[in-house]
Each structure stands twice: as structure tokens, then as C-alpha cells.
């Protein structure tokens, strides 16, 4: 095929059906492949290539397979969107291939940055971006697989055979006797199935790399989340015990304690633990009541009384508007300390940003003279754009900082209260946080069923029900005969008796 700006001739293509993003262009066989041949003909002149992007994005690799072909072949690597560069040879031109290579190398990060992104937001769609997973097959909708049978199902009774208490040994053994084979067309082994049973794709979960995991994928699961929890502890050779899960109507297990054990320091864990009691009598006399049951002493509370209780607890507390002018006065005189640094930034900012103005005005006026091309200077006013409008946006930072001071204070106080006035609707996780917010040394119930809150946050105030002519008086302890105000010294503990 004759090149008429060359004045040559095609003697062999290449397509390019490799990589050519970084870190995969040192030893790829296409390369060796043209070298080998540019080497064996001498005739051979030039290593045409469409151009950098379509031929490597990676700034080192280019020139050091362009001194190899030069060197070992005596060929040069030019590339047909610009062949003019070919036969320039002079700053300009070196320049210009310069940017070509650069913005090939930037497109590898690019693409890099843009595909991770756009595979972790599938990945929170429920859709798996990897390589379908064994007992499955792909779909028209990418990313979603579907069963594959008999496989799929194959597979699932050997877990659940495990499950139930078979070997590893014995189930992949049945597996091959049935005829099951691996995507290679092979018999699947002990080692392989063990890594299908820690596979949390079976359950449903999508999981990649260190990315968040999706615990609701939008495949069919083969086992429940609870089964491959056991598949896994059985593949690591470890004993199952199933973890007890947390319930709303015993929200309080394992986060309260019995007063008089503490007291007693009698037992390691004397915590309340919630359970189902019984009358003990037969049929329809049964009956059945929720209780709380000390894990050390084995004294027992009604769940309903206990949780009344509480809440009769809850209700008598209020956020203490002196702690909280308090609380936003000593975090606005810290913040006052940097009040100079940040009067320093901000006129850093206004410097930086006179002196951006006054190169974009010198750029214009070269551009006016017919002092540099209308590409560079294209290039020089958009990225001067770019660090101006940054610098703007940093000042509005420095200058809204008080409205955002005000508003974290008054979102980080409305955080707190939102918890305790949903106590009860609040998970594991999140009820942890609100005691120890509200209650700094926890909780407990005595056997003699009265609730005590030893300290309560600084935050709060007790509600005082006879009120003076001042209103409801504050407090931080409450004994048991009535309000006490709380000093340095005092250490009364608040309670409150069941009825």
C-alpha cells in the first residue's frame, strides 16, 4: 500500500489488539514481534503507528521503544495523524510530540480513575462487574447474572450437604460423580470448592476489591447470609457458632447492668441479658413473659416495666441551654486563636488571585501580538481559568467559615437530641452512642427494680416537676429522696422506681 507522504510503501500491518495502557508496554509481544522484522529487513524505514493514544499511553515506554527501533533497526517510529513530525527536526516539533505522548499518558489516568469510579457505582447497584462466578452465566444486562442449571443448582446442594454436616471431601466427590466440571472443563477440587464456600457472592453480597460491600446484589442467591457465615468458618476449619442478633424488644441486653453486682463486684459480666419466660403449666395455660435476667446474680425484671422506666427517664431530660452557650463559647474561643491565620490565608488568596488576573491580561496582549500561537495561548487561559476560579471558591471558604462553625455546632447538639428521642428505634451500633452521650457511666437496674443513671451528660438537665417562679430548676444527679444539684465533690446517683 503506498504512502504518498513517505514516498514508501506498506509491507506489513499490525493490529493492535493488546493493551496499551501503563504498565503493560515493557515486553508485549505485538512490539517484539515489529522490532524482530524491522531488524530482519533493512529496508524498512519508518514504525507507522495511528497515534500515541491508540499506541501506548505510558510517556517512558514510547521513547524507549522509539531509541529501540531507531537503534536496533534503524527505523523511526512516526505516527500518521501528524506525519509531519516525521521529517521536522527542531524544537517545535519535539515539543509537539512531547504533548501528544503527554496527553496519551494522561488519558491512561483518566480512563484508570473513571473506570474504578463507574465499577464502584455499579457495584452499589447490586450489579458484579468481575468475571462470572461459577454456577452462573451472563445476561443481556451487564454486570447482572443469571442461574446457570444444572450447575447452579449442583452447586447449591453441595453447600447446603456441607451445611448439614458431609465433608468437603465427600461433597466434591458426589459433585464429580454427577458430572459437574469447572469453567476449564475440569473436575472441581477440595481446594476450589473451599473458595466458592468463602465466596460471598452466594449469599448475594457483591463484593470487589477493599471497595464498600452490597449486601443486596440482584443476582439470585444459591445460600443465606447466615448459611455462608458457617460455609466460611467450616472452610477456615474453625467451629461454627452463630452470633446472636440483635433485637428491638430486647434492645437492652448487654448494655445494661445489675446495680447491686456492680456493687457487689460480684461476677466478670454483670450484665441483663433479654429472654422468653414461661408459667411452666401445659396447653393453653401456658403463658409466656418478656424478662430481662442478670447474667451474674440470675435476678429477673419484666421488659415492659423496665423499659417504662426508662423511658420516664428519657422524658425527664432536656438539652441545658447554659451548657450549650457554654459548650459553642469555648469551641468559638479556640477558633478564635486561628482568627489571624485565617485573615493570612485570606490575604494570601487575594494576592495569589490579583497576580493569576495579571497573567491572564499578559496573555491576552501576547495573543493580540501574534506572540505565541492561538493553541498555547488557548491552553495558557484555560488553565489560568481554572487556578482563578479555584482561588475564588477558596476565599468563599475562608469567608463563609462562620456560618459553617454555627451551623456543625448546632448539627452536631440536634444529633444527640434526634437519638434520644428516637431511643427506641435505634440499632445496636447507635444505642451504644447514645448512652454513653447521655449517660458518660452507663446504666443499670437494681434487684429491688429501680433504674439509676449515675451521671448524666453536662449537655442535659433534669426536669424539675414542681416548678418555682424561676421555672424548673437544673441538674446534673438526681438521689434517691429528690433533686440534687451536682458539684465537684457531690457523687449522688439518680434512680427511679418501677411501679
Wanted: hydrophobic residues 35%; proline residues 4%; charged residues 30%.
Amino acid at each position: 500500500m503506498p504512502i504518498a507522504h513517505f514516498n514508501t510503501h506498506i509491507v506489513k500491518f499490525w493490529n493492535l489488539s493488546v493493551s496499551s495502557r501503563k504498565g503493560k508496554n515493557y515486553d508485549r509481544k505485538d512490539l517484539r514481534e515489529m522490532l524482530a522484522f524491522a531488524k530482519a529487513d533493512k529496508k524498512i524505514k519508518y514504525i507507522i503507528v495511528d497515534e500515541p493514544d491508540r499506541f501506548m499511553r505510558d510517556f517512558r515506554m514510547y521513547y524507549y521503544w522509539q531509541v529501540r527501533f531507531m537503534e536496533e533497526a534503524k527505523a523511526k517510529l512516526v505516527y500518521a495523524k501528524k506525519p509531519h513530525l516525521a521529517d521536522e527536526d527542531n524544537m517545535m516539533s519535539l515539543m509537539e510530540e512531547m504533548m501528544d505522548v503527554f496527553r496519551a499518558e494522561a488519558s491512561n489516568q483518566e480512563r484508570s480513575t473513571k473506570t474504578t469510579s463507574n465499577m464502584q457505582s455499579r457495584v452499589k447497584l447490586g450489579f458484579f462487574p468481575g468475571r462470572t462466578k461459577a454456577g452462573y452465566k451472563r445476561t443481556e444486562t451487564p454486570g447482572l447474572c443469571e442461574p446457570n442449571e444444572p450447575n447452579w443448582s449442583m452447586l447449591q446442594n453441595a453447600f447446603l450437604s456441607v451445611l448439614s454436616g458431609g465433608t468437603v471431601k465427600q461433597v466434591v466427590l458426589e459433585l464429580g460423580d454427577k458430572g459437574y466440571l469447572t469453567v476449564k472443563g475440569n473436575p472441581i477440587d477440595t481446594f476450589n470448592f473451599k473458595q466458592l464456600m468463602r465466596d460471598p457472592y452466594y449469599a448475594g453480597i457483591i463484593k470487589m476489591s477493599s471497595w464498600e460491600a452490597n449486601p443486596n446484589g440482584l443476582h439470585k442467591p444459591m445460600i443465606t447470609k447466615e448459611q455462608h457465615e458457617q460455609l466460611t468458618a467450616l472452610a477456615d476449619g474453625v467451629v461454627y457458632t452463630p452470633r446472636k442478633k440483635f433485637t428491638s424488644e430486647f434492645c437492652l441486653s448487654n448494655l445494661m447492668e445489675c446495680t447491686d453486682c456492680l456493687a457487689e463486684e460480684k461476677g466478670e459480666y454483670p450484665r441483663i441479658v433479654g429472654y422468653n419466660h414461661n408459667n411452666g403449666k401445659k396447653g393453653d395455660s401456658r403463658k409466656y413473659y418478656k424478662r430481662y435476667r442478670c447474667r451474674a446474680c440470675g435476678s429477673t425484671v419484666l421488659q415492659k416495666r423496665l423499659h417504662e422506666t426508662l423511658s420516664d427517664n428519657l422524658l425527664e431530660l432536656e438539652i441545658s441551654n447554659n451548657r450549650k452557650e457554654e459548650f459553642i463559647g469555648a469551641l468559638r474561643a479556640v477558633r478564635e486563636k486561628d482568627t489571624s491565620i485565617l485573615i493570612s490565608r485570606s490575604q494570601a488568596l487575594q494576592r495569589r488571585l490579583e497576580g493569576l488576573k495579571l497573567e491572564k491580561s499578559t496573555a491576552v496582549r501576547n495573543a493580540l501580538n501574534n506572540r505565541f500561537s492561538e493553541d498555547d495561548v488557548k491552553d495558557v487561559l484555560s488553565q489560568l481559568g481554572s487556578e482563578i476560579k479555584q482561588v475564588e471558591d477558596d476565599i468563599d471558604s475562608v469567608s463563609n467559615i462562620e456560618k459553617d462553625f454555627v451551623e456543625f455546632v448546632d448539627f452536631s447538639i440536634d444529633t444527640v437530641e434526634n437519638m434520644r428521642e428516637r431511643f427506641w428505634e435505634l440499632d445496636a451500633e447507635h444505642l451504644r452512642w447514645c448512652k454513653q452521650l447521655l449517660f458518660p457511666e452507663g446504666f443499670s437496674v437494681s434487684r429491688d427494680e429501680k433504674v439509676y443513671t449515675p451521671i448524666i451528660s453536662e449537655f442535659y438537665r433534669l426536669i424539675n416537676n414542681q416548678k418555682g417562679p424561676e421555672g424548673p430548676s437544673e441538674s446534673n444527679m438526681v438521689g434517691d429522696a429528690g433533686f440534687e444539684p451536682a458539684t465537684s465533690s457531690t457523687s449522688t446517683r439518680r434512680s427511679s422506681q418501677m411501679s
